[in-house]
């Protein structure tokens, strides 16, 4: 279970966080504002800031999630399925400056491998709530692709002014659109007969790779191939 105090310095930091950024000073103020002291605020997180931020792209994950299941999706197509997702997404932001402050802390090198980690727990997500069932290579390369997309799709609306974010919309539009381009194409490569011995060793590659366990596989082989 998830310690309420994490929850109330959360609560406590976002309004430093405009200012001061996903800082020592900024977690400083929030402990202060919780009526906790230093020490006890880092035995919640003990890494500060940071952790504070990761636990806050976690609660924007987990809106989604909950956007997504409780909409009903039946009559879409499957890019727009994954386009609600991504918006769903960026709606459970209410703040687009702590965003963008994150985008900062997690281009520090230091920090990275956790803001590579937080994009890729994005996509899974999607990709989960979504009734991804894939087992083998491409577990994968959905959530790789996916990751691309959402990550190219928060620069893009962090400087997105338009009304109703209309911009933004039509950017997500069009990475999907380049992503299932290209299905298309490595579709056709797949079945030429020209290319299937050069094709040879990428499958028995891929059928090495162990994705994580999961109940009777119920997709189609491919990245994002699915009726469209």
């Given at each position: 279970m998830t310690d309420p105090r994490r929850a109330t310095l959360l609560d406590a930091i976002m309004p430093h966080v405009p200012f001061d950024g996903w800082t020592p000073e900024a977690f400083a103020a929030a402990a202060a504002d919780a009526d906790m002291t230093l020490?006890?605020?880092?035995?919640?997180?003990p890494r500060g800031a940071v952790d504070l931020a990761i636990a806050f792209h976690l609660e924007g994950?987990?809106?989604?999630?909950?956007?997504?299941?409780?909409?009903?999706?039946?009559?879409?197509?499957?890019?727009?399925?994954?386009?609600f997702a991504i918006r769903a997404r960026l709606d459970a932001v209410d703040d687009k400056e702590a965003v963008?402050?994150?985008?900062t802390l997690f281009a520090l090198p230091i920090y990275g491998a956790d803001g590579a980690k937080l994009i890729w727990g994005t996509a899974d997500a999607i990709w989960?709530?979504?009734?991804?069932?894939?087992?083998?290579?491409n577990w994968y390369t959905k959530r790789?692709?996916?990751?691309?997309?959402?990550?190219?799709?928060?620069?893009?609306w962090l400087g997105d002014y338009s009304s109703d974010q209309h911009a933004t919309?039509?950017?997500?539009?069009r990475?999907?659109?380049d992503v299932m381009q290209f299905e298309m194409v490595k579709a056709q490569v797949n079945n030429s007969k020209l290319f299937k011995p050069?094709?040879?060793?990428?499958?028995?590659?891929?059928?090495?790779?162990?994705?994580?366990?999961?109940?009777?596989?119920t997709d189609v082989p491919g990245m994002w191939t699915t009726p469209d």
């Open positions: 020490a006890d605020a880092k035995t919640v997180c994950d987990a809106q989604m999630v909950t956007a997504i299941k409780e909409a009903d999706l039946s009559e879409m197509r499957f890019r727009d399925k994954v386009a963008r402050r994150g985008s989960t709530a979504l009734g991804d069932t894939s087992r083998d290579i790789a692709t996916l990751s691309g997309v959402y990550a190219s799709t928060v620069l893009y919309d039509a950017f997500i539009a990475r999907i659109g050069f094709l040879a060793p990428l499958s028995h590659l891929a059928g090495m790779v162990k994705a994580p366990a999961r109940g009777p596989r």
